[in-house]
Structures are given as structure tokens and as C-alpha cells.
T-cell receptor, first 113, second 115 residues
Framework: NAGVTQTPKFQVLKTGQSMTLQCAQDMNHNSMYWYRQDPGMGLRLIYYSASEGTTDKGEVPNGYNVSRLNKREFSLRLESAAPSQTSVYFC????????????FGSGTQLSVL | AQTVTQSQPEMSVQEAETVTLSCTYDTSESDYYLFWYKQPPSRQMILVIRQEAYKQQNATENRFSVNFQKAAKSFSLKISDSQLGDAAMYFCAYRSWTSGSRLTFGEGTQLTVNP
């Protein structure tokens, strides 16, 4: 039971470098999400995808891009990393319907120096 | 926009005792969902309990129960018979009735359980 898989688990970048965080789910969920977690601020929504082929901005989208490659995969790209993007990133997917259930990946710890 | 506030950055409890974590929220909507999530050191996000705003009855899950006060916009979590495994960061979260799983989270409360 893989659930939601994120790679990598840890990453260190230098300011200005780019990278893509990968996320895949094997539960046939339509909706997927990217959150970031910062100390004292809880989790905040970066982008979400309600279905394959659609993406929308969340609360904190600046500095990020996303791609919903297919129903399984939803990637998050940092084009030019900044120290302010140091955070733990969580990917999640949801079942839809009611009661809707949200499944989280195990997170990516990203440090930008 | 909705906001969720957890005013207790840290709480501690003795093993086997009861502890209550506070959460308040602000919304103009009448239908919504509220959640408590647990995040242990493993970083995994674990759903503890869920409350539908239209339900007057407070949700319970084994040792976990909530006190939902809709008029006061308050949603506290009570943990009874605390166990060492309950030590974790706890997040309160809000979800609009129609927003899918786009959650608004509180700042979190770090719970320590003392043996």
C-alpha cells in the first residue's frame, strides 16, 4: 500500500538553483495538493489540482509552478530557489465524495542556502 | 478568507491525565468541516477526528473528543487517559463545504506527555 509517495525526502539547494519535487499516488484520486509547513505557521496550500489537466493557485503560490502530468502524478517546481522557500513540503491526494478523506505523503525537507 | 488560530504553542500533560487543546476559527460560512490532525516526529499527518458543522453532536474517537461551539467558533480537542504515544504536534484545520480538501490550518500545538 504505497499511498502518496514523495521524492526526494531531503534536499539542499543553493539560492538560484532549480528543482522539482515529485509526487505520485496510486489510489486513483482525482484531487491532489501541495502544502508547505513552516514553524509557527501550520501548513499552507501552495497549489492544487482538482482533476487531471487542471491546476489552481492556493494561498502561497509565488515562486512555484506545478504540473499535473497525469492522474497519478503532481509535481512542484522551484525555478529559482530562495532561502524563504526553506520548508517541509507535503503532497496530498483526496478521495472526493463524502466523507472526503485526505491522504498525505511523508514530506520533503528542503533547505535553501 | 477563513482563519484558524491555535493560541497554545505548547502544552504538557501527565501520562493518564486529560488535556484540552484549543482552536478558534473565523468564517462567514454556515456549512463547513473541522479537523484535528496529529503529526508525530515521523512527520506523517494523521487524522484524529472530524466534525461536520451541521451536526450538533460532538465527534468522538476513542480517547479523543471535541467540544464544538459553533456560535463561538470554537473547536477544542480533549485527549483522555493520555499516553506517551500521544506526544506530537496537533493541528486544527478548517475546510469549506465546497472546497474539496483545501484546508486552512492553525499554527499547531506541541503536546508533551510526561511519564
Amino acid at each position: 500500500n504505497a499511498g502518496v509517495t514523495q521524492t526526494p525526502k531531503f534536499q539542499v539547494l543553493k539560492t538560484g538553483q532549480s528543482m522539482t519535487l515529485q509526487c505520485a499516488q496510486d489510489m486513483n484520486h482525482n484531487s491532489m495538493y501541495w502544502y508547505r509547513q513552516d514553524p509557527g505557521m501550520g501548513l499552507r496550500l501552495i497549489y492544487y489540482s482538482a482533476s487531471e489537466g487542471t491546476t489552481d493557485k492556493g494561498e502561497v503560490p509565488n515562486g512555484y509552478n506545478v504540473s499535473r502530468l497525469n492522474k497519478r502524478e503532481f509535481s512542484l517546481r522551484l525555478e529559482s530557489a530562495a532561502p524563504s522557500q526553506t520548508s517541509v513540503y507535503f503532497c496530498a491526494s483526496s478521495t472526493g465524495g463524502e466523507p472526503e478523506k485526505l491522504f498525505f505523503g511523508s514530506g520533503t525537507q528542503l533547505s535553501v542556502l | 478568507a477563513q482563519t484558524v488560530t491555535q493560541s497554545q504553542p505548547e502544552m504538557s500533560v501527565q501520562e493518564a491525565e486529560t488535556v484540552t487543546l484549543s482552536c478558534t476559527y473565523d468564517t462567514s460560512e454556515s456549512d463547513y468541516y473541522l479537523f484535528w490532525y496529529k503529526q508525530p516526529p515521523s512527520r506523517q499527518m494523521i487524522l484524529v477526528i472530524r466534525q461536520e458543522a451541521y451536526k450538533q453532536q460532538n465527534a468522538t474517537e476513542n480517547r479523543f473528543s471535541v467540544n464544538f461551539q459553533k456560535a463561538a467558533k470554537s473547536f477544542s480537542l480533549k485527549i483522555s487517559d493520555s499516553q506517551l504515544g500521544d506526544a506530537a504536534m496537533y493541528f486544527c484545520a478548517y475546510r469549506s463545504w465546497t472546497s474539496g480538501s483545501r484546508l486552512t490550518f492553525g499554527e499547531g500545538t506541541q503536546l508533551t506527555v510526561n511519564p
